[in-house]
């Protein structure tokens, strides 16, 4: 009975740790500054591809590389999803802060990008889009700075465009029909890609006779709890953190008492996108990565962040863990055996045992949210206090 | 109304006064707000600018923060031209900005909201880790809150602290939007003695806009305005009850 419950805390906490992971760099790019980002899966499974890619490297190199390539894959996952996040924040997101809706539109789009572009990146495809940059670029730039250009734009910027565009298609189409077969392949391609976990995060502890914590679980719950330490310590305990907590609340009047709000919010968004980076890097130990990785776990992001309350990390925590071990309880079928098997119990019984399974459990706590959310609509940790009712 | 010409000699930001408008126009769309401005704030003075509701005061000192941008007119800071600067780095410049409605950061802390204030020293100094006395002398009421949320405090003790974070930047002018609104008496008197001693020990300039006519002869320079235009001004000492009649009163 101990070991039973021991065990189904410890897959509770395991399930709730990977949804607290997810959503953290959400709780900071929903929670705090008020952006739906429906792309934020998609940096998630830029942070998973970017771990495959080291891996790919380290197997490459061989000797302890591969044992240890984790170790460059966490803070290169964060780094790139964080760069990305950076672009997406400086051609996009920036024009819609206060705009919901057309933020929800623009991300979701940005994120069909993302996953189109990761199942055909290939060669031609990079060469034709360097091509273009360059080209549209710095052309661009020398037409501003020599030629009379305000005068000009209105019918050399679409022809200049479109130039660039064709150049950039050409190139890229002889590329295509020219190369090595191996050449021109797809990097990744649609179908799924397996990343293998280093021989140390294999395995388990065993404790006792039935019960077993996977290395791996057991490296996602300590890294999730580091991840938590560090945001916490720099949201509250750094310069950078006290002008984010200060833009976020109040963008106009922060602007007014000196702090730079455009690179307050920059550095916001991108930490968020980091942190979704790394998110992307775990859940490449518990499963292989494909371009619709992100669909699979935005859902749960944004329910942990609405049940928590919006704007409150401890929310976030207090709801991941519950959503977690509420949904192994469920899915493993667990309250169906604690309940005494009496006739009187039969119907309990039968109707939880319905619902033992991942995706009946699934729809078990969905209801289960959207009831409490009937009752508590701000979430677990909504604002208190005279500032709220203001 | 007459346009004040840029005086070149007045451009030696040694010389400059602290603000100098001229010639502003601001529109809301096409419904003209702000008509033909011309404005001086000299050096280490306090200016009050006075008017009935909404002969735009307010947005007078949002077109000087850089929160409204005028569509025509010279806005110079020490000197320089401002216009195109946003809120930010005119903070940094040191102009103070303590709004109507106080905009307190709820969220924080007394004493984060107290040490955010120090963004607006930029390259002029550096930030310290903690409250200095001073700002307890001035508001000794702040000192047993530092812990409670900004948003917490009563609106007295927000306009306090909201007038102590624009000190904590050290700006060398200070612009305060109606500090008394809304206010019991005891503290209008409390804030306007703070301002007073703030001008006094730090020979910074103030720019005030007011209805309490008490704290509104504590200054030295009076602007009044009606329907968007500046219609009077000169010292203070010569603000008689006629024109507080004509300009203030309802």
Redesign the interface.
């Known amino acids: 009975m101990l070991e039973g419950l021991i065990g189904g805390l410890f897959n509770g906490i395991s399930i709730g740790a990977v949804l607290l992971i997810v959503a953290l760099g959400l709780a900071i790019v929903f929670g705090l500054m008020g952006v739906i980002n429906l792309a934020h899966g998609e940096l998630m499974m830029f942070g998973a591809y970017t771990t495959f890619v080291v891996q790919n490297v380290a197997k490459s190199m061989g000797g302890i590389a591969p044992e240890i390539y984790v170790f460059a894959a966490l803070p290169l996952a964060f780094v790139v999803s964080a760069l990305l996040g950076l672009l997406l924040e400086r051609t996009v997101i920036r024009y819609l802060y206060g705009r919901p809706l057309e933020t929800l539109l623009a991300t979701w789009g940005v994120s069909l990008i993302l996953i189109q572009l990761i199942r055909s990146i290939s060669w031609p495809m990079v060469i034709g889009l360097v091509i273009f940059a360059t080209l549209f670029l710095i052309g661009r730039w020398a037409l501003t700075r020599y030629t009379d250009w305000d005068r000009i734009s209105q019918w050399a910027n679409p022809i200049f465009l479109g130039l660039s565009v064709a150049i950039a298609a050409v190139v890229s189409f002889l590329v295509q029909s020219s190369g090595s077969s191996q050449f021109v392949r797809p990097w990744f391609g649609a179908q799924n890609v397996d990343v293998t976990p280093p021989s140390w995060l294999r395995g388990g502890v065993a404790i006792g006779s039935a019960l077993q914590f996977p290395y791996a679980r057991l490296f996602i719950i300590v890294l999730t709890i580091l991840c938590l330490v560090a945001v916490y310590w720099f949201l509250n305990g750094t ?1 950078w953190g ?2 984010i ?2 833009v976020t ?2 963008r ?10 455009e690179r307050v919010d920059a550095l916001t968004f991108a930490l968020g996108s980091g942190l979704a980076g790394i998110a992307g890097f775990a859940v490449t130990l518990l499963g292989s990565v494909g371009p619709n990785l992100g669909g699979n776990y935005i859902v749960d992001a944004f329910m942990v962040v609405v049940v928590g309350g919006v704007g409150k990390l401890v929310g976030s925590i207090v709801a991941a863990l519950v959503i977690g071990i509420v949904t192994y309880l469920v899915g493993s079928g667990t309250i169906a055996l604690i309940l005494p098997p009496t006739a009187f119990f039969q119907p309990a019984i039968d109707f939880f045992n319905f619902f033992a399974t991942t995706s009946m459990a699934k729809v078990m706590v969905f209801a289960l949210i959207i009831a409490f959310l009937q009752v508590r609509p701000a979430g677990l940790f909504p ?1 208190k ?4 009712e ?1 | 109304m007459t346009t004040t010409l840029p005086n070149p000699a007045l451009q030696d930001p040694a010389t400059a006064p602290m603000v100098e408008i001229s010639g502003l126009n601001f529109y809301y769309g096409e419904s003209h707000i702000l008509r033909h401005v011309s404005m001086t704030v000299p050096k280490g003075q306090m200016v009050c600018l006075i008017g009935r509701n909404g002969v735009g005061k307010t947005t007078m000192l949002k077109n000087i923060m850089g929160v409204l941008r005028p569509r025509t007119g010279e806005i110079r800071f020490e000197g320089q031209v401002v216009n195109s600067f946003p809120p930010d780095r005119r903070a940094r410049l040191g102009i103070g900005y303590v709004p109507q409605g106080r905009e307190v950061i709820p969220r924080l802390t007394v004493r984060e909201n107290l040490l955010i204030g120090q963004e607006a020293l930029g390259s002029r100094g550096k930030p310290k880790k903690e409250v200095p006395d001073e700002i307890y002398e001035l508001f000794p009421v702040l000192k047993d809150m530092l812990d409670r949320m900004g948003g917490d405090l009563s609106g007295g003790q927000q306009q306090q602290l909201a007038i102590a974070r624009a000190i904590m930047g050290q700006p060398k002018l200070l612009v305060l939007d109606e500090p008394t609104e809304g206010i019991q008496p005891s503290i209008i008197l409390d804030i306007e003695a703070a301002v007073k001693q703030i001008v006094k020990t730090t020979g910074i300039s103030v720019l005030l806009v007011e209805q309490h006519l008490h704290f509104v002869r504590q200054a030295d320079y009076y602007y009044a305005m009606q329907r968007g235009g500046i219609v009077a001004n000169g010292p203070t000492s010569e603000l008689t009850n006629d024109i507080i009649q004509e300009f203030l009163a309802v």
């Open positions: 310069a006290l002008r907590r200060s609340q109040n106009g009047m922060s602007a007014c008492l000196g702090i730079p709000t604002p206090g005279r500032s709220v203001l």
